[in-house]
């Protein structure tokens, strides 16, 4: 059986489910697809972008991902990349308190004296082991969560600024059973966190595992850009850019689904689709064939953020603490989120002993941040760098790069909108089968989730077309 499926957007989403149709049909006889995939912008990969600016290398997007996600492990082989782990420093982290940069140890006695915490935080913290658990069903934000178990202190100093960094979110509003579904597993299943971190510790020691955190930081030498740009050189199916879709309709007649481009105004017939695009791309497409689901869809939020990467000389490397980066809760005062010593993180990035580092201004608690010109971010971040690392030196490179709509905010009630919208896509497949959701607006932000997330949906996809058929 000859049948196309037509995946909308070049994202790690879609490039992996365009992939895992090609491998699962190769498995089975009889199924040879037709894979389009279909990318509005001009180049591949979404938010995955990787900037060169002469010497200078930068994410625009995410770092990089944990290795030992199956779905990139996968594609990076399709791909025929060599992962880069990153440089050993970058295991050294920070947070800002009182204006200054202080590093989150992993051995108690170091944390306790790193003055993240005082004497009352670090009490309350102590006393999370002699807590009750709560209601595995209990929906509660970060916040409240963090509040709950380990104080008003660690909250605000330690997890407020944590999920800035991975959701550029507000933790009062973000539902934790969403966002750290992990959380609270653990929490259910040990009755308290520390216990939990014991044991798994205990347990990876017995196992002679890594005692820390699952997967490595892990990139290439090209940057995390060199992943989908190859993915797509190396298809075996048809990659189309600056090619957006305008609409998504049921056909009346021949294959079941019909899609129309923007300009020429196009008209592909396909018997399966993939919208792998942003949540509101996607309810932009929906709103005819789904009008609740894209209700749904556009309910979920993206703030807008800005990166902003500075290139710095020797005397500048000099001042930074070799390391990941720092967090900034916004009690702080400053402006930046957060900021990365990209220097530190992988080889190539800078001129030898130059220094790289990234700021992430907006987000959740900042949305008009946005609405400052690029003379004026740049002025922003270099007073945060110069107040909270005394980089007074001017910079011989920079760059902004600007995401109106940037990391999904599962806020709370997240759950439940993902719940109503798988809901009514399988009960719309019941009768009209082949059309599917890809994006980390469902079940994780993190690039290998979104990866995890394309290839589940091009299984489906090669289920469905393998139903079909034996149908036939």
């Known amino acids: 059986m000859t049948a196309r499926v037509i995946i909308v957007g070049a994202g790690i989403s879609g490039l992996a489910a365009a992939w895992k149709v090609v491998d699962d049909s190769s498995e089975r006889d009889g199924i040879h697809p037709e894979v389009i995939v279909l990318e509005a912008a001009a180049e591949v990969g979404?938010?995955?972008r990787t900037l060169q600016r002469g010497p200078w290398m930068f994410e625009a997007g995410p770092t990089g991902f944990l290795s030992g996600e199956p779905a990139l492990d996968e594609l990076v082989r399709h791909a025929g990349l060599t992962a880069l782990p990153a440089k050993a420093a970058s295991a050294r982290r920070f947070l800002v308190r009182g204006g200054q940069l202080r590093e989150v140890h992993a051995k108690p006695f170091k944390f306790l004296t790193s003055g993240l915490l005082g004497p009352l935080g670090i009490l309350r913290m102590a006393l999370e082991p002699f807590l009750p658990a709560c209601e595995a069903d209990?929906?509660?934000s970060i916040y409240d969560f963090a509040r709950r178990r380990l104080g008003r202190q660690a909250a605000e100093r330690l997890v407020s600024p944590m999920v800035l960094g991975v959701f550029a979110g507000d933790a009062r509003k973000l539902s934790l059973p969403a966002a750290?579904?992990?959380m609270r597993e653990l929490e259910c299943q040990y009755k308290s966190l520390f216990r939990a971190l014991a044991r798994l510790k205990l347990a990876r020691r017995e196992s002679g595992g890594p005692a820390g955190p699952a997967g490595v930081l892990t990139s290439f030498e090209g940057g995390l850009a060199s992943l989908p740009r190859a993915l797509a050189t190396r298809a075996p199916f048809e990659v189309r850019t600056s090619a957006r879709v305008e609409s998504v309709a049921a056909a009346d007649f021949g294959a079941p689904w019909r899609l129309r481009l923007a300009g020429a105004g196009e008209a592909i017939e396909a018997d399966a689709v993939i919208?792998?695009?942003?949540?509101?791309?996607?309810?932009a497409l929906l709103e005819d064939l789904q009008p609740a689901v894209a209700a749904d869809l556009a309910g979920i939020d993206s703030p807008p953020v800005a990166v902003v990467a500075l290139g710095f000389g020797p005397?500048?490397?000099?001042k930074v603490p070799?390391?990941?980066g720092a967090l900034i809760a916004r009690s702080e005062g400053f402006r930046s989120m957060g900021v990365l010593f990209d220097s530190f993180l992988f080889p190539g990035r800078a001129p030898e002993d130059h220094l790289l580092v990234r700021c992430m201004v907006g987000g959740a608690t900042d949305p008009k941040a946005l609405e400052l010109d690029e003379e004026q971010l740049i002025g922003a971040v270099r007073e945060d760098l110069a107040r909270l690392l005394g980089l007074q030196e001017t910079p011989l490179f920079h760059e902004v790069v600007r995401w109106p709509r940037a990391i999904p905010q599962y806020e709370l009630g997240h759950l439940a909108r993902v719940a109503r919208i798988d809901a009514a896509m399988d009960a719309m497949r019941a009768t009209r089968p082949g059309l599917h959701l890809a994006g980390n607006y469902r079940h994780g932000v993190a690039f290998g989730k979104a990866a995890a997330q394309g290839r589940e949906a091009g299984k489906q996809v090669v289920r469905h077309l393998a139903a079909n058929d034996q149908r036939r």
Do not use: D, W, Y
Request: glycine letters at 12%; aromatic letters at 8%; charged letters at 30%.
């Open 275 to 283: 919208l792998a695009g942003e949540a509101r791309s996607s309810a």
């Open 138 to 140: 209990l929906e509660e």
């Open 180 to 182: 750290f579904p992990r």
């Open 315 to 318: 005397q500048a490397l000099k």
């Open 46 to 48: 979404g938010k995955a």
């Open 322 to 324: 070799r390391g990941f």
